[in-house]
């Protein structure tokens, strides 16, 4: 997103990140609308933004029950988290797949931001890793807390954190090589016209919702790997292997060949057939070599139970 700078009473920078969007329906309240496309934000922190003119529609400040038209451009301008608000450690319970001396592998889950930002100072992973191992702030970046890689708000599933410097670098290199393998699961609609297949396809932001990511001709190389391993009548279950690590990558991709996730509103369906409060997308397995070894270790996070009871009931 676009981003500007302006200097503030303490003489601190102060960045601000810039969404912008045209509304494609009309009838709907403005406060609606953003909720559906914001989804890191809660409908009270979006009311709080409208309040404090922080959003503007056809470039005028508007009111949470402003009712949006069709092709009106709205702009939400969201303050970024600011050097002073360094996260602060949180007793927050994690669950801990696998750890030894160099990194842990945590369970993810669903509703959890990684990292703060504006509307998320505060229950992040990042505050849950700098209380269970407070050695990490020593030498770490606070706001990144030796986390490897992301996972979004609604993803559940196996996410890596570096306890030592070398192990940090370690990983950031296997990441960057394509060492690392990631699985995941994904139930989405319909079933793709092959069993197995690869998705080649540039992704870069979307140049009319810029919060969203969008298959782009000069966006960055993207390739996704599939398998369904189980069909239903009107869903699948797909095992997937991103071979990259683009934002929102698996969601952006499976939403171009027509195979969106179910519970995906920015991607998929505005109205979801089935009712959930996530998106069905789970990161399953992580496989990598140790850092200082050559052993190759496989992290799993079963599927959460409230994913496994929709599959259940699922007709086939």
Known sequence: ARRGNGTGETGMSEQHDDIEFTADSSGERLDKVLAAR??????????ALIRDGQVTVG????????????????RVQVPAL?????????AIPLDVLFENDDLAAIDKPAGMVVHPAYGHRSGTLVNAVLARWPSI????????????????????GVIVVAKTPAALETLRAQFKERAVEKRYLALVEGTPDTPDGIIDAPIGRDPHQRKRMAVARDGREAVTEFHVIEQYDEFSLLEVFPKT???????????????PVVGD????????????????LHAAAISFPLPGSSEIVTVEAPLPVPLQDILNKLPR
């Open 245 to 259: 690590g683009r934002t929102h990558q698996i969601r952006v991709h499976l939403a171009f060949i027509g195979h």
């Open 265 to 280: 509103t920015v991607y998929g369906r505005r109205r979801q057939r089935i009712k959930m409060k996530r998106h069905f």
């Open 82 to 90: 600011e050097v002073e608000d360094a996260p602060v450690p949180e």
């Open 59 to 74: 470039g005028r400040p508007a009111k949470p029950s402003h009712r949006v038209e069709c092709g009106d451009l709205i």
């Open 137 to 156: 702030a020593a030498w770490g970046e606070p706001e990144r807390a030796g986390i490897v890689h992301r996972l979004d708000k609604e993803t559940s």
């Open 38 to 47: 914001l989804d890191q934000f809660s409908r009270v922190q979006i009311q």
